[in-house]
């Protein structure tokens, strides 16, 4: 029973992040080079403003949105069917990691003002650490391994919730869904 509740604070915290996670995108297609918009009003603070702020919000979005919806696939058989089964587990990790890694390539293909940018970076190399620690979790080679990793995924969730929530209040958009 023990494990049982591990495995639910494991998969708990990886659907954490998997929220956070499409809370943060937005490309217009995946792999799409990233375009300024022809006004390219930004306040003398660095942050978008007006039209080209409510543009940014909406590729940010897009992303964020695609993140999540794709977390949400691999993560809820692992918050439900998957949470006793370690080898369906390691394939949901291993797919969440990679759902991390795409949302970090595309947030890095948008063109943010230079105060958004900042976070923009930051987001990405906690992302980044998370992703990792997502797929170390991966490569567990027991349940009792693979929940282990809980209280680290758990911390590494914080930077990202963070640098999202930053992110979201410079482009004008609300708050993330809570995880």
């Not at 591990?6 to 792999?31: E, F, K, S, T, W």
């Not at 696939?73 to 080898?87: K, T």
């Not at 976070?119 to 992703?131: G, I, P, T, W």
């Amino acid at each position: 029973m023990a494990e049982r509740g591990q495995a639910r604070r494991g998969a708990a915290a990886v659907m954490g992040c998997a929220a956070l996670l499409g809370a943060g995108c937005a490309a217009d297609r995946p792999g799409a080079p990233a375009q300024r918009s022809s006004s390219g009003a930004t306040a003398s603070s660095g942050l978008a403003i007006g039209s080209a702020r409510r543009a940014l919000g909406a590729r940010y979005l897009v992303i964020a949105r695609a993140g999540n919806l794709r977390l949400n696939a691999v993560l809820d058989p692992l918050e439900q069917r998957d949470r006793n089964d370690l080898v369906r587990a390691r394939a949901d990790l291993r797919d969440a990691a990679a759902t991390e890694r795409l949302f970090d390539r595309r947030l890095l293909g948008i063109v943010f003002p230079a105060e958004t940018q900042r976070v923009a970076q930051d987001l990405y190399q906690v992302n980044e650490a998370r992703a990792s620690l997502t797929a170390a979790a991966a490569t567990s080679t027991s349940l009792r391994q693979l929940h282990a990793y809980v209280p680290r995924l758990d911390a590494a969730n914080r930077p990202v919730e963070h640098a999202v929530r930053t992110i979201r209040a410079q482009l004008g958009l609300p708050p993330p869904p809570a995880s």
